[in-house]
Structures are given as structure tokens and as C-alpha cells.
């Protein structure tokens, strides 16, 4: 192998990326375009549910209780109805996904029991955010109850005997807690370099198959081994530019509290970009149109990055074959590695299998790839 | 070990197609050999075989004693391939081409300045280095072409159509450069669809259907031609060329631009009864003249005998 070739073959490739504006923008817009979609874009949290109201008595407490919804921030009131039929209509044409139903003797009952009940009906079309909606309408009805039994101590000197049948206190304080970018952004480090990287790869060999230009290389010297080297080093450092970009951005632009070491972010970073260009190399090996090759690298990173790497859909809910599938979808266990340096402050010794993990992919995918280019026409 | 390059049998079918079909010749070191034939005579098949990149189905080739189908990347260092279609990169600049090879080829970097200046300087690409490679005319491409195929010193070198959409200047200057490479003991082997082109080669292989139709120097080429030719210049050469079809003695026609060629069994026998044809329909022309073969003229005379034979 000669060292000179590669380096030839580096600096030819890292000119021609240079000039294009199109790789150019591949490689520096596309991560920040993806940074803000999906930094912003994707939160399980879930704010300003549309709610209904049906409240039957209109009095002093069942207008503070309504208030206490809208204060709580989670809630915005999108109408006020007359009755069930109504509420039914409302649902339907999605004017509200939840109604809060106070009955016409709430205060009465209140004030002679300490304990009055209130219904809540909820759209479960969305089971996702129908139950993140009833947690936190627990969580206002249980401060609200316990806000009633203060004002009830303070005028009858004990506490009310029926209040606070079900504490729903903890489920408040978790969701009020746990933002959930700080569990989803580190995901978007992941799904951002394994799109971007596979992307600029798969290029660069089918890149030369149409401009006419692999004839001629491929009557030089050069060995297959070398002109893998010589492509991926300029993608190498461009993917590690975008890591360090979107990173940043997670760290000082979204507020991911980072408790982990930089040594070994970048040590895992640098792992895993690696494999990720492999991949785009070996799609642009076997795959000889550049569209063609851009296409698959888009659905063989998309998919499993956004849909099996854990980075919105926990892995320990999936269906046990599903689960079993996950351990060969790379990008895994670079998510799982980012949530802990990140969250955790995990070093080397506790990242230990998810970077063996990804160090065996590294070598079965370069191994692949070396031998899969072949200096041939037919 | 005499032959800069020995092939022998050398087939190589596309599907059911036989682009080259079981075609040998040998070159001497310093031969301008060239490849003469239309598009789809397996021109650009052997020459792609020969540079390593396809492999045959079956025959042998060997350049400098080095087999070619057996070990391809022991032939690369020493052979340097300019393919028809242009093969550097347009988005680089011209010294970066040429840089971009030299690397490849391990070629030290004094060396490399020096020839590299000479070599545009024989090309006249000096004031164009700095250039785009996409932004040179065709011309210019294929200078450029020969310098990157050049700069490492090749013992063979291989040009597939070099020439073709290149304007006359540029190819005189090629030209030359391919001489000046001959007299350094470099062997060439070139294909081209021209004819005025294929007279400059110290020897020529006619191919056609992917056979080799007749292989040896230009000269004796013509000389081997059947039949002795005739020229009828005329204002118009098509309604010669129409009169003149099934007089006897005749064995072929050729447009020739103002002219009709006329390749009769017997030129003396010939020319009056051509003479007689052409008065009977009034149809007005110059001397019927006998004159030498051009290497097109050999070339259809041997093409159109073969089709006749197959079609018999």
C-alpha cells in the first residue's frame, strides 16, 4: 500500500467536495437544517392539550378549578359547551382532544364533603398523547385538591377526611421534571451524522463511474485498498466536523446538561463515523448510478436510525424480535453510548459493549468494503 | 521477448454479441500501431483488455512479457490509457490532473515539474494550468489526456480515439508529440476512425466485426489491395456513382467527396467502358484518372468483400 496514493487520492477528493456545491451543502447545511427540524421538531412533551369545557353549575370554584388547567400551562381551552352531545361534535371535528365536565352541584358537594367528583373524557385515538394528557389533568386536580384541604384546615382546623382519595403527585413532578430533549436531542447527534455521512459516501465512487472517470483510474496502480483510504479520509474529517457541530449545538444551543468526558465523545464519535462512511463507501461500490446509490444509503440510515436505534421508540418496548433485530442496527448503540456520556457522565469502562459493538462493525464493514471494489469494467 | 505487445486469440463477447472475435498481432517496441475501424469494430474492447480493466473470455495478452489477463496490476505501472471518452477530472484544474497522476504513478516530485513543463510546453497548455479541465475545448482535453498518460513515462501507451473531435492545430500538435515519444523507444498503440490519421502509422490492423481484416504497414496495405483504382471527378458524384453501378469489371464504389474511386479488375480494360456509361445518360465529368489507394479505399475494398462472402 502506498501512502502516497492515498493521500493523492485524499486531497483529489477532498478538491472535488471543495468545488461542488452541492456536496458542500450535504456536508455543512444539511446538519444544521436537521439540527433545528428535528432539535425542535420532535418532543414527546406535549403542551397546550385542547381541552373543552362543560361546566354545568358556572360557579366561583368550578371557574377556579377551570382556571387551574389553563395555569397549569398544559392545557388550552378551546371551547365551552352545553352538553355531552356537544362535547361528542367537538371531539369529532378536533376542536379539542379532552373535556373537563363539572357537575351542576360541584361547589355544593365541595363545600358539605370536602370531596366532589369531576369527569374528564378523553380522544384515546392518540393513545400517546391521550395518556401523557390524563397524567398531567391528574396532576392539576391533585394540586387543586390539595389546595382545597389547605383553605378547608385553615377554616374548620382539620383536614377534610375524604380528600386526596389518589395521590397523583409523582406523575406532576416527573413530567415537570424530565424534559424530554434532553433525552431526544443526543439521538439527533446520531441520526444526523449516520444521514449525513452515508450520504457524502455514497457518492464518491459511483461519482466516478458516471463522469467517465473510473476508466482511466482504474488502469493506474492504485489498489482498491487505497482508494477506499483516499475517499474516506476527507469524508472522515467532514463527518467529524458535523459530530462536533451538532454536539456543540446540543451541549451550548439546546442545554443537554453534559456530565460525561470529551476524550470519550470523541473517541465513540470517531467509532462510529467511521462506520457510518464504511457503509456509504460500500453502497457506492455496488451501486454504480448516483441516485441510485443516494436512495439506498437514504432508506438503509433513515429507517433504522430513526425508527430501531432507540432514539424515539424505547428498544425494551419492542416486541422481542424486534428487540433481537435492533443489536445489528448500528446506530444503537451509538444513541445508547450518547445518552450515557451525556446523562451519566459514562466512561470507557461502562460504554465497554456498546464500543466493541461498533469496533466490530468498523472492521466488518471496512474488511467488506476493501474487497468489494473490484478494477474492472465488466 | 522481442514484442512490446503480443496478442494472441483474444475473444470477448457482450451477451450474445462477439465484440472481438479471436484477434492476434504483435508490436514491435516503437511501433505507432494503429486500429482502424468504424464504431463497433471492437476497437475500444481490445483496447480496454489491453490496458487491464476488462478481461478477456479467452486469448492472451502480453505487454513486455508481462501477462496481462493473468496479473493486470503488474502491467499498470509500466502502460498508460487514455480512454475515448475523457477520463480526467473536470472539476480540477490541469496542474492538478496532471499532479493527481504523477502521485498515482509515484512519479518524484522534481521530475514530475520538469516533464510536467515540458510536456505542456510541447502541448501549448502553458497558460492553461490554472484552468478547469471542464472549461478546456476538446483539444485541449486531449492534450491533457496525453500529458497525464505521459507524465510517468509509460513503456506502452494506449489511446483509444484520440483524435476525434479535436480540431486540426491541436492535432498537429499531438502529433508530434506521439513522434517525439517514438523516437524514445515508447510503443503506441492507437485506434482511430480516421483514415488520414491511420497513413501515419508505422503499421495498421483493419478491423471489422470484431476480426482483424488485414494487418500490416500502410503501404503494403494498398500495394495488396485487388484491383486497380479509378478516380472520376464529376459536380456530381452520386449520379456517377449511381450510372457507374453493374459495368462490367467494376468491384466497388466510394464517395469521395468531388470524386468517385472506382475499383476495377483492370484499369486499362476498365476506364473506356466507364467513359461510354457516363455519356449515355449526358452525365458531365472529368478524366477518368488512374490513381494510388488510400487506406479507406483498402478498407472497403476488404469490408465489402467480406460482406459479399457472408452474403453469398
Partial sequence: MS??????????????VWRDPRSLAVALLMPLMQMVLLGYGVSLDIRRVPLCVQDQENSTESRALVEDFVASGWFAITRTLPDNAAVRTAMDRE????????????????????????QSIFDATDTNTTNIAIGYAEGVISLATADFAARWEAAHGTRPTRVGVVDFEPRVWFNEGLDSKNFIIPGVVAVILALVGAQLTSLTISR???????EQLISTPVQPIELMLGKLVPYFAIGLFDAAFCLAAAIFWFRVPFLGSIVTLALTTSLFTFVVLGIGYLISVRIRSQIGASQVALVLTMLPTTLLSGYTFPIDQMPAAIRALTFIVYPRYYVSILRAVFLKGSGVAELAFPMLALTLYAVFIIWVAARAFRKSLD | MAEAIAIGNLTRRFGPLVAVNGVSF????????????????????IMRMLAGVLSPHAGTILLDGIDVVAAPERAKPHLSYMPQ??????????????????????VPRKERIARGAELLEAAALGPFRRRLAGNLSGGMKQKLGLICALIHTPRVLLLDEPTTGVDPVSRREFWAILYDLREQGVT????????????????????HAGEIRSCDTPQRLKQAMPGALLAVPAADPRAVRA??????????????????????????????????????????????????????????ALVGDATKAEAA
Wanted: hydrophobic share 50%; net charge negative; proline share 5%.
Fill in chain 2, 85 to 106: 471518452r475523457f477520463g480526467l477530472y473536470e472539476d480540477l484544474t490541469v496542474a492538478e490532473n496532471i499532479r493527481f497522476y504523477a502521485e498515482l504513478f509515484g
Fill in chain 1, 3 to 16: 501512502l502516497r496514493r492515498v493521500l493523492a487520492l485524499g486531497f483529489k477528493e477532498f478538491l472535488q
Fill in chain 2, 188 to 207: 503506441i498503440l492507437l485506434s482511430t476512425a480516421y483514415m488520414d490519421e491511420a497513413e501515419r502509422c508505422t503499421r495498421l490492423a483493419l478491423l
Fill in chain 2, 243 to 300: 450510372a457507374l453501378g453493374g459495368v462490367p469489371g467494376v468491384l466497388g464504389l466510394l464517395l469521395m467527396g468531388d470524386r468517385v474511386h472506382v475499383r476495377v479488375d483492370d484499369a486499362a480494360r476498365a476506364a473506356p467502358l466507364l467513359a461510354a456509361r457516363l455519356a449515355g445518360p449526358n452525365i458531365a465529368h472529368g478524366e477518368i484518372a488512374r490513381v494510388e489507394p488510400g487506406i479507406e479505399d483498402v478498407f472497403v
Fill in chain 2, 26 to 45: 504483435t508490436v514491435a517496441p516503437g511501433e505507432i500501431f494503429g486500429l482502424v475501424g468504424p464504431d463497433g469494430a471492437g476497437k475500444t474492447t
Fill in chain 1, 95 to 118: 376542536q379539542c382532544i379532552g373535556a373537563l365536565v363539572i357537575p351542576v352541584d360541584f361547589s355544593r358537594v365541595l363545600a358539605a364533603t370536602g370531596q366532589a367528583p369531576v
Fill in chain 1, 208 to 214: 466516478e463511474w458516471e463522469r467517465g472517470t473510473m
